[in-house]
């Protein structure tokens, strides 16, 4: 009798496992199709707004680009630190500066003649005053003589000043 209820238990659960593949192979063949519709619905709906498509990507296109004429600025990630005498005392001074550029191309060249760029702006820090870093005029001057230098030095490798602004976005004196 133990044998009979096994092989009832085994044809029971045969029954089973063949009704469940049958059905996942049913399920299955209606997703296929189904996503065989779709995509076919997808494809002859493309094709005829081919046109309208191309102009909508390339619109796209144009809007992700930034354009020439579009303002951008360059942080230089180091400052510059440098020492400037104060009477007998030597004072260390740290500033950090940000360029304006107008248009990715002139972004991608101000970035690859950074080093340039830098050592210019360097030079003039360097060897400014004490007092002129004191009065808001000072460092104004300072400011300019540094945009002047860079747009000079840069111009003579890339036949163009690519710079439009320098800003001091952080100065500290100790």
Known sequence: MADGKDGQKLKLNGESAGRKKKLIIII???LLLAGGGAGG?????GSGDAKEGAEAESAEAKAAEPADTETMFIADPEAFTFSVRDGRRSRIVQIRVAFEVTGQKNLDL???????IRSAV???LDS???ESLLSAAG???MRKKALEAA???VQTVASDPLLNRMFFTALVVQ
């Not at 101000?110 to 340039?116: E, S, W």
């Open 28 to 30: 299955a063949l209606v």
């Open 128 to 130: 400014t005053s004490f």
């Open 139 to 141: 460092r104004e001057e």
């Open 110 to 116: 101000a970035q690859h003649h950074l080093p340039l």
């Open 122 to 124: 360097f030079g003039v």
């Open 151 to 153: 747009r000079t030095k």
């Open 41 to 45: 619905f997808f494809f002859m709906k």
